[in-house]
């Protein structure tokens, strides 16, 4: 009870071509891991320093 194909041969191969080409890719620059974690612990450096200096103006420090 197999059932046929909705899509004809060259309908496939069309489709292929299609998904192939590329239509939608973008040229994107490389992905730089490192400049993420130094912006990253560069913004908690900044925050804690914020949160430091603050809890000794309030007194808590």
Not at 19 to 26: A, L, R
Not at 35 to 51: D, H, K, N, Q, Y
């Amino acid at each position: 009870m197999r059932e046929e194909p909705k899509l004809s041969q060259e309908d496939l191969e069309k489709i292929q071509h299609f998904i192939s080409t590329g239509y939608n890719t973008v040229d994107r620059k490389p992905f730089r891991g490192f400049l993420l974690f130094i912006v990253t612990w560069s913004i908690v450096a900044v925050l804690g320093v914020i949160s430091y200096l603050i809890g000794k103006w309030v007194g808590y420090l």
